[in-house]
């Protein structure tokens, strides 16, 4: 039996790989590993037998056997701890890889994911204007550290790891802003992980989803 991952039956992002099953079906592609797809509706994954897995009632999950796990950078890990390609074998290297991947998450994420949730869900707050700038102060802030870090290099630490999966992945979603242009050698990090053929078929099974469910619904 495949794994399967649960992901939105009708994503917010219209296909454009934003929403954090991206990161599993990617990690899962990297590794060769076959995956089902459990598409959800909103009302779903808000019903107790979700939460039972789920207990925030978000996508994505993943299942395997008697395993059931959430939180995308949980789940990547586990992928990358279950097959060779994601984590070096080298101890430190490994280490220093896991490092990355919480830098993605805990450190360079939550500015970036501050700005999607005032450019969603505050625009009728009379600060909504007022926070932007704030914002951006800080996603500028940890951009500027992370391409001095990169540099000249392909990726963060040695060969491509999860950590820059969960890197790239949190990245993406400045794709269009000015903020990751101002920073040639990030957007060429990204153009370079994007490029990567296990990137491209999950890419393409994500945007699947929604180009099906609207030529289903004949949109
Ligand atoms: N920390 C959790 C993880 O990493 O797994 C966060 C999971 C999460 O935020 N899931 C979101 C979700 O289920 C979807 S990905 N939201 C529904 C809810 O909370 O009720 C976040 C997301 C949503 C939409 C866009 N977009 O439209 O661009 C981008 C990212």
Same mark, same amino acid.
């Given at each position: 039996?495949?794994?399967?991952?649960? #992901? &939105?039956?009708?994503?917010? $992002?219209?296909?454009?790989?934003? #929403?954090?099953?991206?990161?599993?079906? @990617?990690?899962?592609?990297?590794?060769?590993?076959?995956? $089902?797809?459990?598409?959800?509706? =909103?009302? *779903?994954?808000? *019903?107790?037998?979700?939460?039972?897995?789920?207990? &925030?009632?978000? !996508?994505?999950?993943?299942? $395997?056997?008697?395993? %059931?796990?959430?939180?995308?950078?949980?789940?990547?890990?586990?992928?990358?701890?279950?097959?060779p390609g994601?984590l070096p074998v080298n101890p430190q290297a490994r280490?220093?890889? !896991?490092? @990355?991947?919480?830098? +993605?998450?805990? %450190?360079?994420?939550?500015?970036?994911?501050?700005?999607?949730?005032?450019?969603?869900?505050?625009?009728?707050?009379? @600060?909504?204007?007022?926070?932007?700038?704030?914002?951006? *102060?800080? !996603?500028?802030?940890?951009?500027?550290?992370?391409?001095?870090?990169?540099?000249? #290099?392909? @990726?963060?630490?040695?060969e491509?790891? #999860?950590?820059?999966?969960?890197?790239? +992945?949190?990245?993406?979603?400045?794709?269009?802003?000015?903020?990751? $242009?101002?920073?040639?050698?990030?957007?060429?990090?990204?153009?370079?992980?994007?490029?990567?053929?296990? =990137?491209?078929?999950? =890419?393409?099974?994500?945007? +699947?989803?929604? %180009?099906?469910?609207?030529?289903?619904?004949? %949109?």
């Amino acid at each position: 039996m495949n794994p399967i991952i649960t #992901a &939105f039956e009708s994503s917010p $992002d219209k296909g454009r790989g934003l #929403a954090r099953d991206m990161r599993v079906r @990617w990690a899962l592609e990297e590794v060769g590993q076959p995956y $089902d797809v459990r598409l959800l509706s =909103f009302s *779903e994954m808000k *019903e107790p037998a979700y939460r039972a897995i789920q207990p &925030f009632g978000q !996508i994505p999950t993943y299942q $395997d056997g008697t395993l %059931t796990l959430f939180e995308s950078g949980a789940i990547v890990f586990h992928i990358a701890e279950q097959h060779p390609g994601l984590l070096p074998v080298n101890p430190q290297a490994r280490a220093r890889a !896991i490092s @990355w991947m919480f830098a +993605a998450l805990n %450190t360079v994420e939550p500015p970036i994911g501050e700005r999607g949730i005032n450019a969603l869900l505050e625009r009728d707050k009379s @600060w909504h204007e007022q926070r932007v700038p704030l914002i951006e *102060e800080r !996603i500028r802030s940890r951009l500027s550290e992370l391409s001095a870090h990169l540099g000249p #290099a392909d @990726w963060l630490d040695g060969e491509f790891s #999860a950590g820059d999966l969960l890197m790239v +992945a949190v990245l993406m979603r400045l794709k269009g802003s000015k903020m990751l $242009d101002e920073h040639p050698n990030l957007s060429a990090y990204v153009a370079r992980s994007e490029s990567r053929p296990a =990137f491209q078929r999950a =890419f393409a099974a994500q945007l +699947a989803v929604f %180009t099906n469910r609207n030529a289903h619904l004949g %949109t």
